[in-house]
C-alpha cells in the first residue's frame, strides 16, 4: 500500500524557510487538498480466490446432487475451509477494495457454506435433530431469493458472471422444488446446473488469474 500525505502543520511550520520555488509551487492546492491522504492500493486482487472456492465447492455438492458422489468429509471439509473460510476472507478483502457486490457475495456465500456444513455435522453429533425437507426448503429458499438480487445486479457486469448467477438461482430453484415435493429428478437436475454453475465460477476466477500472469487478455472474463 502506498501512501501520499500532505501536512499542512510542515508546510507553514515557523522557521522552515521555503524557497520562492516552493512557494509558488504550493499556491495552487487549497486547504481541502492540504488534508487529504491520497491512497494507492496496489494489493493482489481477492475475486479470483472467492470464484474459485465457490466454484469448486459448488461442483462437488452438485455431484452429490447428481447422485454420482455420497457426502462425506472431503465435501464437508471444503465446504468449511475453502467454500466458507477461503471465500469469507475474499470477502473481507474485496471490502478493503471498496467492491461492495464482491463483499457481500463472497462473505455471504463463505458463511452460506459453513452454515450448510454444521447443518449435516450437528445432528451427526447428537447436538439437534436432522432438518426436515420444509426447513431444508426454507433454508435453501431464501438463498434463493439472495441469489436472485445477485443476478439483477450482474445486468451490469460481465455476461459470464450473469450465466453463473442464473444457473445458481436454477439451481436452488430445483433444490427447493425437490425437498418440498419429493421428486428426486429435481434435485438431480440441481445437480447438474450446480455443475455449470461451479464450472463457471472456476472458470472466471483462473481466467482472471491467467490473464494477469500473462499480461494479457487470453481468456474473456
Known amino acids: 500500500m502506498i501512501i ?31 488534508n487529504n491522504i491520497f491512497l494507492v492500493d496496489d494489493t493482489a486482487n481477492p475475486a479470483p480466490l472467492g470464484l474459485c472456492a465457490f466454484g ?51 462473505g455471504s456465500f463463505g458463511f452460506f457454506w459453513i452454515s450448510f456444513a454444521f447443518i449435516l455435522l450437528l445432528p451427526k453429533m447428537g447436538l439437534i ?26 445486468f451490469r457486469m460481465h455476461r459470464v458472471l450473469q450465466v453463473t448467477l442464473f444457473f445458481v438461482v436454477v439451481l436452488v430453484a430445483l433444490l427447493v422444488a425437490g425437498e418440498l415435493t419429493g421428486i428426486s429428478m429435481l434435485v438431480t437436475l440441481g445437480g447438474g446446473a450446480g455443475l455449470i454453475a461451479g464450472l463457471l465460477a472456476l472458470y472466471i476466477g483462473m481466467g482472471q488469474v491467467i490473464n494477469e500472469v500473462y499480461g494479457r487478455k487470453i481468456f474473456p472474463v
Open 4 to 34: 501520499w500525505c500532505i501536512y499542512p502543520e510542515v508546510l507553514h511550520r515557523p522557521g522552515n524557510a521555503s524557497t520562492a520555488g516552493q512557494k509558488d509551487s504550493m499556491e495552487h492546492i487549497d486547504e481541502k487538498s492540504r
Open 56 to 106: 469448486m465447492t459448488t461442483i462437488l455438492l452438485s455431484l452429490h446432487n447428481a447422485g454420482i458422489t455420497a457426502v462425506g468429509s472431503p465435501i464437508l471439509s471444503m465446504a468449511i475451509f475453502y467454500g466458507g473460510i477461503a471465500q469469507v476472507i475474499a470477502g473481507i478483502l474485496e471490502w478493503k477494495k471498496n467492491n461492495t457486490f464482491g463483499m457481500v457475495t463472497f
Open 129 to 154: 435433530g436432522a432438518p426436515t425437507n420444509p426447513e431444508l426448503a426454507a433454508f435453501l429458499g431464501v438463498w434463493g431469493l439472495f441469489a436472485l438480487g445477485l443476478f439483477v445486479c450482474s
